[in-house]
C-alpha cells in the first residue's frame, strides 16, 4: 500500500517541486498539498495522510509552532524541510526534538532527491517514541567518576538520533572518555547540532577536525558532508581523521568506517554504542569492534524510532548487550571506569 502523504509548503514551486520528486516513486502517493498550517490543518483531517513534509520557515505560523500543535494533538510522522542557511539548521535542529523523524534538506529543481524519499519512507515505518514519558535525563554519573586510561567511546546513529543522542550526552559527566559521534544529517545541520549538544551536555561537545588529539570530557561529532570521520593515532594517544572518499554502506560520513577505524586503532579499549536509525550502516564495523574485544551495545527495538541499524547490528552477532536507550549513557561510562 502506498505512504499517503501531505506536503506543507508555502511556495508554490517547492510544493510542485517535492510532489513531483515524491510521486516519481511507485511507493510513495501524494495525497495533497497545503500552503500553510491553517490548510495544513484541515487537510489532517479530511485526507489522514501517513507522513506530512514540513517547511520550517512559512510566513503565518513557523513550522515548529505548527509541527508542537501536531505532536500534541495527532502525532503522527513528519519530515523536516529546511534551506542550508544556520536560521534554517537551527530551527530543523529543534524540531527534531520536538519529535520530526528527519531532516532534509530543500531539493533544488532538476534532480531527484533520494534522501527525501528515503526519509518518507523511513518515517512511515517509525515509531513514535515519546521520550517525555521515560525519566527526562538519565543518571548523572558521580562527580568522582575517573575514565580508565586509553578507553574511549564511538556511538552512530540516524534516524531518531537527535533525541537519542541528546539521552545518552545526558547522562555523561564532565570528564567522560574521549567520544566520537556519527550521526546521519545533511552537512550545514551538524554544526548546530554540535552546538546544541554542547549546551545540554557537561561535557564539551563540538565538529571533530581533522588531526586533532581526543581528549577525556571533549565529545566530537563528524561534521557532515565529503569526509568519513576515522580514528588514528595510538592506543590512548588517539586523533580525529577526516577522510574525503565516496559514501560506505551509502553514507558519507559512513558509521561502519567509524567503527571499524575503532576496531584498529583501540581494540578491548573500545566501547561502541549503535543507536536507532534506518538502513544498516554501523553493523559489521560493530562487529569489528567486537571481534577486536571491544565492548558493544545495541539500542532496544522498543525505545528506537527506526530499528533499522541497531536490528541488523543484532542479528550478525554485533551487539554483546542490547538496552533500553535511557540505560544506555550510563552503560557506556561504566564499562570505561578505571
Known amino acids: 500500500m502506498a505512504i499517503r502523504t501531505l506536503i506543507v509548503d508555502d511556495s508554490p514551486t517547492m510544493r510542485a517541486l517535492i510532489a513531483g520528486m515524491l510521486s516519481r516513486d511507485p511507493d510513495i502517493e501524494v495525497v495533497g498539498a497545503a500552503n500553510g498550517p491553517h490548510q495544513a490543518r484541515e487537510m489532517i483531517k479530511a485526507l489522514d495522510p501517513d507522513v506530512i513534509?514540513?517547511?520550517?520557515?512559512?510566513?503565518?505560523?513557523?513550522?515548529?509552532?505548527?509541527?508542537?500543535?501536531?505532536?500534541?494533538?495527532?502525532?503522527?510522522?513528519?519530515?523536516?524541510?529546511?534551506?542550508?542557511?544556520?536560521?534554517?539548521?537551527?530551527?530543523?535542529?529543534?524540531?527534531?526534538?520536538?519529535?520530526?523523524?528527519?531532516?532534509?534538506?530543500?531539493?533544488?529543481?532538476?534532480?531527484?532527491?533520494?534522501?527525501?524519499?528515503?526519509?518518507?519512507?523511513?518515517?512511515?515505518?517509525?515509531?513514535?517514541?515519546?521520550?517525555?514519558?521515560?525519566?527526562?535525563a538519565a543518571p548523572v554519573p558521580s562527580v568522582h567518576f575517573e575514565p580508565r586510561a586509553k578507553s574511549l567511546i564511538a556511538i552512530g546513529a540516524s534516524t531518531g538520533g537527535v533525541e537519542a543522542l541528546?539521552?545518552?550526552?545526558?547522562?555523561?559527566?564532565?570528564?567522560?572518555?574521549?567520544?566520537?559521534?556519527?550521526?546521519?544529517?545533511p552537512a550545514t545541520f551538524t554544526t548546530s547540532f554540535a552546538a546544541r549538544l554542547d549546551r545540554l551536555s557537561q561535557p564539551t561537545v563540538a565538529e571533530a577536525r581533522h588531526g586533532q588529539p581526543l581528549?577525556?570530557?571533549?565529545?566530537?561529532?563528524?561534521?557532515?558532508?565529503?569526509?568519513?570521520?576515522?580514528?588514528?593515532g595510538s592506543e590512548g594517544q588517539y586523533r580525529a581523521r577526516l577522510i574525503p572518499d565516496d559514501p560506505t554502506s551509502g553514507h558519507r560520513p559512513s558509521v561502519d568506517r567509524l567503527f571499524q577505524s575503532v576496531a584498529?586503532?583501540?581494540?578491548?579499549?573500545?566501547?561502541?554504542?549503535?543507536?536507532?536509525?534506518?538502513?544498516?550502516?554501523?553493523?559489521?564495523?560493530?562487529?569489528?569492534?567486537?571481534?577486536?574485544?571491544?565492548?558493544?551495545?545495541?539500542?532496544?527495538?522498543?525505545?528506537?524510532?527506526?530499528?533499522?541499524?541497531?536490528?541488523?547490528?543484532?542479528?550478525?552477532?554485533?551487539?554483546?548487550?542490547?538496552?533500553?536507550?535511557?540505560?544506555?549513557?550510563?552503560?557506556?561510562?561504566?564499562?570505561?571506569?578505571?
Open 53 to 136: 513534509t514540513l517547511d520550517v520557515e512559512m510566513p503565518d505560523m513557523n513550522g515548529l509552532d505548527f509541527l508542537e500543535r501536531v505532536m500534541r494533538l495527532r502525532p503522527m510522522p513528519v519530515v523536516m524541510l529546511s534551506t542550508l542557511t544556520q536560521a534554517g539548521a537551527d530551527t530543523t535542529i529543534r524540531a527534531l526534538e520536538l519529535g520530526a523523524v528527519e531532516c532534509c534538506a530543500k531539493p533544488a529543481a532538476g534532480c531527484v532527491d533520494r534522501n527525501l524519499v528515503a526519509s518518507v519512507k523511513a518515517a512511515a515505518g517509525s515509531r513514535r517514541v515519546r521520550l517525555n514519558d521515560a525519566p527526562a
Open 166 to 185: 541528546i539521552q545518552v550526552l545526558s547522562g555523561f559527566p564532565a570528564n567522560c572518555p574521549p567520544t566520537v559521534i556519527v550521526q546521519h544529517m
Open 215 to 232: 581528549l577525556p570530557g571533549h565529545v566530537y561529532l563528524a561534521p557532515g558532508g565529503t569526509h568519513h570521520l576515522e580514528i588514528g
Open 264 to 338: 584498529k586503532v583501540a581494540g578491548p579499549h573500545a566501547v561502541g554504542a549503535i543507536l536507532t536509525g534506518m538502513g544498516r550502516d554501523g553493523a559489521q564495523g560493530l562487529l569489528a569492534m567486537r571481534g577486536q574485544g571491544g565492548f558493544t551495545i545495541g539500542q532496544d527495538k522498543e525505545s528506537c524510532v527506526v530499528y533499522g541499524m541497531p536490528g541488523v547490528a543484532q542479528e550478525i552477532g554485533a551487539v554483546a548487550r542490547q538496552l533500553t536507550l535511557t540505560r544506555i549513557g550510563p552503560a557506556l561510562i561504566d564499562r570505561c571506569r578505571a
